[in-house]
C-alpha cells in the first residue's frame, strides 16, 4: 500500500490520476494555482521517481561493475574496485530524482510563463489567468513524468521517451484549449508563436554572444593571411610595431623589394610605414618589422604590398598586395 497524503489519496492515486488526465485531457476541466499545480505534480511523480531512481541506481551499478571488471587492476590501484559500482549506482538515482522532482516542475512554471506572457499578454490570444496555463502546462509533463524511467531501458526507452514526448505534446494542446477556452487551433498558435518568438531571441542572443566572443579573439590575436605566391607567418603587433616572417614561392627573383603596410580602404604611398627587404629568391623567407603604424579604435587593418623590380633595367617597379594583416 502506497503512503497516504494529508487529504486522504495515496500517491498511488495520484499517479492514477495523473495518468487518467493523460489519457482523457478533453475531460478534466479541473485547474490549480501553481503552488496547488506544484504540488499535485509532486505527489503524483513520487511513485514514477522510485521506479526512476530505482532502475538508473540498478542500471548504473551493472554498467559500473562490468566495467571495473574489465579495468580491475586499474580499479584496484585507485581503490575503487569495491564502491565504484554502487558509487555510480547513485549517480544514476541522483540523476533520475533530480529531472523528475527538479527539472520537470522548472520547466512547467518557466514554459507556462512563456506561454501565457505571449499569448495572452502580448497577443491576446487567450483570456484566461495564468493558473488555467500552468495548470494546462502540468497536464502536458504527465507523460514524460509517468514514463521517465525508460531512459535507463536499453534500446526500446528511446522510443518509449519519444512516444511521451508526442504524446505530451497533444495533451497540452488539448488541455490548454480546455482551461483557456479556446479552440485546439487557437491554444496551438499561442504556444507556436510563442516557440518562435522565444526561438528567434534566443538565436538573437547567441549570435550576440558569439560576434562578441569572436570580435574579442580577433582583437586578441593578430593574424596574416597570405596570398597565393606568398608566405607571411611568425607574425606580432604591438606598440606599433610589425613583426613577421616574409617570402615568396612566384619562381621569380625580386629586386630592390619593399614591404609597405597600406591602412584599409587607402592607396599605396611612399609615406606608408615600410620595410626595404632588397633581393628575394623563390622560396626563401626573410624576417621583417615595419614601424610607425597607426592603430584606428585600437584596431590595425591594412594589405602588405610588395614593390618590387625583376631586372636592373626595368624603371617602373610591380605592385602586388601579398597579405592582409590584422593586429
Known amino acids: 500500500m502506497a503512503k497516504t497524503s494529508v487529504n486522504g489519496m495515496s500517491f498511488l492515486d495520484y499517479t492514477k490520476k495523473a495518468l487518467d488526465i493523460a489519457l482523457h485531457p478533453g475531460s478534466i476541466s479541473e485547474s490549480y494555482s501553481v503552488g496547488d499545480a506544484l504540488t499535485f505534480y509532486y505527489k503524483a511523480a513520487v511513485i514514477p521517481a522510485i521506479v526512476a531512481a530505482a532502475l538508473g541506481f540498478l542500471l548504473l551499478f551493472a554498467l559500473g561493475s562490468i566495467a571495473l571488471g574489465l579495468f580491475s587492476h586499474f580499479a584496484n590501484i585507485l581503490g575503487i574496485a569495491a564502491l565504484g559500482g554502487v558509487v555510480l549506482g547513485i549517480i544514476g538515482a541522483v540523476m533520475a530524482l533530480a529531472y523528475v522532482l527538479l527539472i520537470i516542475p522548472i ?13 495572452k499578454t502580448l497577443f491576446r490570444l487567450w483570456n484566461k489567468d495564468i493558473s488555467k496555463t500552468i495548470t494546462a502546462t502540468m497536464y502536458g509533463a504527465f507523460p514524460g513524468m509517468l514514463f521517465v524511467w525508460a531512459i535507463f531501458i536499453p534500446i526500446i526507452g528511446p522510443i518509449v521517451l519519444f512516444a511521451a514526448g508526442v504524446w505530451g505534446f497533444i495533451v497540452l494542446i488539448i488541455s490548454m484549449a480546455r482551461q483557456q477556452g479556446v479552440s485546439g ?4 498558435g499561442g504556444m507556436l508563436i510563442s516557440g518562435i518568438i522565444l526561438g ?3 538565436m538573437v542572443l547567441e549570435f550576440a554572444v558569439i560576434a562578441t566572443i569572436g570580435v574579442g579573439i580577433a582583437h586578441a590575436a593578430s593574424y596574416c593571411l597570405p596570398n597565393p605566391g606568398f608566405i607571411c607567418s611568425g607574425v606580432s603587433f604591438s606598440s606599433g610595431t610589425l613583426k613577421a616572417t616574409m617570402g615568396q614561392s ?3 627573383k625580386m629586386m630592390k623589394a619593399t614591404v609597405f603596410f597600406v591602412p584599409f580602404g587607402t592607396n599605396l604611398s611612399t ?6 627587404i632588397g633581393n628575394l629568391s623563390s622560396g626563401a623567407t626573410v624576417p621583417i618589422t615595419i614601424s610607425g603604424i597607426n592603430e584606428i579604435n585600437g584596431t590595425v587593418f591594412g594589405n602588405l604590398t610588395m614593390e618590387y623590380y625583376t631586372s636592373i633595367s626595368q624603371t617602373t617597379p610591380y605592385v ?8
Open 250 to 252: 612566384l619562381g621569380i
Open 200 to 202: 528567434v531571441i534566443i
Open 185 to 188: 487551433w487557437r491554444a496551438f
Open 320 to 327: 602586388k598586395n601579398v597579405a592582409t594583416f590584422r593586429g
Open 271 to 276: 609615406s606608408d610605414p615600410a620595410y626595404y
Open 107 to 119: 520547466s512547467i512554471v518557466l514554459d507556462g510563463a512563456i506561454y501565457h506572457f505571449f499569448a
